[in-house]
Nanobody, 125 residues
Framework: VQLQASGGGLVQDGGSLRLSCAAS????????MAWFRQAPGKEREFVTATRGSGGHTYYGDPVKGRFSVSRDNAKNTVDLQMNSLKPEDTAVYYCAASSTTILSTLRSPNAYPFWGQGTQVTVSS
């Protein structure tokens, strides 16, 4: 599975950005997909996940109510809509994929063997 993330950039406090992750090598409906982020000096942090089977979505507490994940199985893409951005959202954002995850571990980076290259999101105050 190859993943290509795009859509990062510089935005002001309170602004919006939309990230996209294009998957190839396997049909998206067979993949559990996730977004993580990593700020300088910090550990990789769970942002959101979406299950291939059933389409259930999960969000990290810091982004609930502001971020929304969606998947287009026909286009093999997963998008992350980020609204009401804050300076603390500044990080490199990574999309990740797994053929199967379990509920107890889907928030862990270790559950995902496939990763995109990351895209920088910077929110200025």
């Amino acid at each position: 599975v190859q993943l290509q993330a795009s859509g990062g950039g510089l935005v002001q406090d309170g602004g919006s950005l939309r990230l996209s992750c294009a998957a190839s090598g396997r049909t998206l409906r067979r993949l559990d997909m996730a977004w993580f982020r990593q700020a300088p000096g910090k550990e990789r942090e769970f942002v959101t996940a979406t299950r291939g089977s059933g389409g259930h979505t999960y969000y990290g507490d810091p982004v609930k109510g502001r971020f929304s994940v969606s998947r287009d199985n026909a286009k093999n893409t997963v998008d992350l809509q980020m609204n009401s951005l804050k300076p603390e959202d500044t990080a490199v954002y990574y999309c990740a994929a797994s053929s199967t995850t379990i509920l107890s571990t889907l928030r862990s980076p270790n559950a995902y063997p496939f990763w995109g290259q990351g895209t920088q999101v910077t929110v200025s105050s």
